[in-house]
Nanobody, 127 residues
Framework: QGQLVESGGGLVQTGGSLRLSCTAS????????AAWFRQAPGKEPEAIAC????????VYADSVKGRFTISRDNAKKTVYLQMGSLKPEDTGNYYC????????????????????WGQGTQVTVSS
């Protein structure tokens, strides 16, 4: 049974940085596109970044464009989210997904229950 496990969350001050990791196991990660989502308390989940399986094409939500960077290391079966210039509104549970989908102009192709989904890691940005 394949799975995704996130790490790297925590408490950070406004303007700070964090790097999240999402490591895959028991499936051929290098074939899968990957995405990061977040969900703030009382809000709907938001797809914030996604990346193709091997071309490096990336897509970002407007809310994080220019501040966050998604990348991956297929040899380590890991996708990363480098977050900078953090704001209190970035607070939430961040989780990753991997699926055999195309990455075009948005990350809308990642839809549960298709693919693999992690449980998430909490990010809290203090003001």
């Amino acid at each position: 049974q394949g799975q995704l496990v996130e790490s790297g969350g925590g408490l950070v001050q406004t303007g700070g940085s964090l790097r999240l990791s999402c490591t895959a196991s028991s499936f051929s990660f290098h074939f899968y596109a990957a995405a990061w989502f977040r969900q703030a308390p009382g809000k709907e989940p938001e797809a914030i970044a996604c990346i193709t399986s091997n071309t490096g094409k990336t897509v970002y939500a407007d809310s994080v464009k220019g501040r966050f960077t998604i990348s991956r290391d297929n040899a380590k079966k890991t996708v990363y989210l480098q977050m900078g210039s953090l704001k209190p509104e970035d607070t939430g549970n961040y989780y990753c997904a991997a699926d055999l989908v195309a990455v075009e102009f948005k990350c809308s192709a990642f839809i549960r229950p298709s693919g693999y989904w992690g449980q998430g890691t909490q990010v809290t940005v203090s003001s």
